[in-house]
């Protein structure tokens, strides 16, 4: 196994058989009776989303788009002001005061006023992703391209560099660790903010196929939603974390970040 | 120099796996979401097109799409919008969707309510008015288990009710006259989940009768159903309203839409199971129950086609129920001091009226 793998093998088999044993015993419980009616077991979630594969992939798609939109968007527009704040030195407390306030709104709250704003098409739902997605995005990228280490910084400074060098060699490799922090904590948060935004009002999606089956007692549909959307939520995770570790030296994974 | 090359070679392999890994997952990315955008966009050309020429109505429903919503459907299936040269779209809601606030703001043209919510968004400054009602006598009710019932206000003392606070404001006013303490009952602000019934945490919960029966009869819960009109509340729901500017900038509009949902709701009502068939093959969300909305087709009659429906055909507005609504309002103190509120600026029967009146309205 390549040493590019290897990481990545050590990192995802401990949680996998964990959750698997949690499976598991879940099984057992609702086997046994233990759990009320209102809980699907496994097997029964798989059963259905077998069986119901054609709705779910009719509401996943574009729950899907929404998430990719909304999550592009956002993390878009945060490495943009992020890069702004890096220029415009003075910008960095009141934008980050900003975001700290529009952040602290329950995405709950949000969405209505969005729905007024933008309608109920999916302007509005990517817009809703987007704005949930941008606070981590932003602190991350402005923190990492802020805080270079002070040994470099001189080492710049004493070798005459431009502001542009300064910032291509130094800030921005500098930055990437704390900006993929910053996406992989937003990759679960877009897919929670499609959700909400297909609560809100929808004709399609993973929110709205779960609210019709938690209102017709439908605890296995239910349940299949629930297991899709934490896959998708995972998933979206997993694969920005992949592209860092394609992206970025190993060392600089490995805690030399920021030193 | 042979080991050297070697050396040499293999952080070069690793590199360029490394790149092609990482251009295959951004790529793979780039095409999937593309994919999915092509997909998206194409719809909504296709939707576009069709649409050419015809007056546009946007309404918002008050819940997912299913038989509840019927008549729209059957208007749209049977060609009576496209017979009032009309591009209707309707757009499904959700448990927070604020259905009178997104009329307000000119988002949709027509949305829905009852007399009692149409009276809170008077006091907000919502400029609204019910031009016609679907629901002639309300489904809303308390739904408890048939084995331990709910049959008054008075059953509820020392039990567990899931009510949302709106509702609630008007229980209160019925507890007042009745000499019920409210400290007596525990009122718990869920939404309308059935789940929290089947399980036992609480002993009764607020829904639409025409939703909740089926849903539980099928899971084989036997509900018993305590309605708000019966306990002295009597209210319309599934009110259309709009914004009063706009229903007398253009009444044309608004006449030829409600006419042509009198005959979607007559052909509803017609056959109420091939009409639940019809919506849950071409209209309602995939996955839909079928059974589920036949048994809530057949329930519909009772609400639809009931008093002045009778008389005067379905979708029929008058004001009683509206004053009403605006007695449990002043009596529970949530009209403001000073604030003036007259039956009349809350409904307009002009476009009901004009449209039941054309010869070709009823079959």
Redesign the interface.
């Known amino acids: 196994m390549s040493d590019l793998w290897r990481p990545l093998f050590r990192s995802v088999t401990p949680p996998t058989l964990l959750l698997i044993g949690l499976a598991l015993l879940w099984e057992g419980a609702v086997r046994a009776g233990l759990t009320p009616p209102s809980i699907a077991g496994p097997t029964t979630i798989v059963d259905t989303l077998v069986a119901d594969r054609t709705t779910i992939w009719h509401h996943l798609e574009p729950t899907l788009l929404t998430t990719s939109l909304g999550y592009l968007l956002g993390s878009g527009v945060a490495v943009a002001i992020g890069l702004c704040v890096y220029v415009i030195r003075w910008l960095e407390q009141p934008v980050l005061t900003a975001a700290t306030v529009l952040s602290s709104i329950p995405m709950l709250a949000l969405a209505p006023v969005l729905l007024i704003w933008l309608g109920v098409g999916m302007t509005m739902r990517v817009v809703l992703t987007a704005i949930v997605c941008a606070f981590p995005v932003l602190v991350t990228i402005v923190q990492g391209l802020m805080v270079v280490p002070r040994e470099a910084s001189e080492l710049f400074q004493s070798l005459a560099a431009s502001d542009m060098q300064r910032f291509r060699l130094l800030a921005l490799p500098n930055a990437l660790p704390f900006l993929f922090l910053g996406l992989k904590i937003a990759a679960p948060l877009a897919v929670l903010g499609t959700l909400i935004g297909e609560w809100t009002g929808a004709e399609q999606g993973m929110g709205v196929y779960m609210i019709a089956a938690m209102f017709s007692l439908q605890a296995d549909r239910l349940w299949s939603a629930v297991t899709i959307v934490s896959v998708l939520s995972a998933l979206a995770y997993g694969y920005i974390a992949l592209i860092e570790r394609l992206t970025i030296a190993p060392e600089l994974l490995d805690g030399e970040v920021g030193r | 120099m042979a080991s050297a090359d070697l050396g040499h070679d293999l952080p070069s392999r690793?590199e360029a796996?490394?790149r092609v890994?990482?251009a295959g997952?951004?790529g793979g990315?780039v095409a999937?979401?593309a994919a999915?955008?092509a997909?998206?966009l194409d719809r909504n050309w296709r939707d576009e097109a069709s649409n050419a020429g015809l007056a546009s109505v946007t309404h918002?429903l008050g819940w997912?799409?299913g038989v509840q919503f019927g008549g729209c459907f059957m208007a749209q299936e049977k060609g009576y919008f496209a017979r009032e040269r009309l591009a209707v779209s309707y757009?499904?809601?959700?448990?927070?969707?604020?259905y009178r606030?997104?009329v307000s703001?000119g988002?949709f043209l027509v949305s829905e309510s009852d007399a009692s919510e149409l009276i809170y968004a008077r006091i907000q400054g919502q400029p609204l008015v019910a031009f016609a009602a679907v629901f002639q006598r309300s489904p809303a009710a308390f739904m408890s288990p048939a084995a331990r019932p709910i049959r008054s206000l008075r059953d509820m003392v020392g039990r567990t009710i899931g009510v949302p606070n709106v509702v609630l404001a008007r229980l209160q006013i019925l507890m007042r006259r009745q000499r019920i303490d409210p400290e007596t009952i525990n009122f718990v602000p869920v939404g309308?989940?059935?789940?929290m019934l089947?399980?036992g945490q609480i002993d009764a919960y607020y829904s639409f009768a025409t939703?909740a029966v089926p849903?539980?009869r099928l899971?084989g819960f036997e509900p018993h159903v305590l309605y708000l009109s019966d306990m002295g509340m009597p209210d319309y729901a599934q009110a259309l309203i709009a914004r009063r500017d706009q229903v007398e900038n253009d009444p044309d509009l608004f006449v030829r839409y409600t006419r042509a949902l009198i005959d979607g709701w007559q052909a509803m009502m017609a056959d109420p199971a091939q009409a639940a068939a019809v919506i849950v093959e071409k209209y309602a969300?995939?996955?839909?129950?079928i059974r589920?909305q036949v048994i809530q087709a057949r329930m519909l009659r009772d609400f639809v086609l009931v008093g002045d429906a009778l008389d005067h055909g379905p979708l029929w507005i008058a004001a009683p129920q509206f004053e009403t609504a605006l007695r449990f309002a002043r009596d529970a103190g949530v009209l403001p001091e000073g604030f003036k509120i007259d039956v009349e600026s809350l409904l307009t029967q002009s476009i009901v009226k004009a449209a039941a009146s054309r010869p070709e309205a009823v079959a």
């Open positions: 690793r796996l490394r890994a990482l997952l951004l990315g999937g979401v999915l955008s997909r998206a918002q997912l799409k757009a499904a809601g959700g448990p927070t969707t604020d606030t997104l703001s988002r309308t989940d059935a789940s089947v399980s939703t849903t539980l899971r969300l995939p996955g839909t129950d589920e």
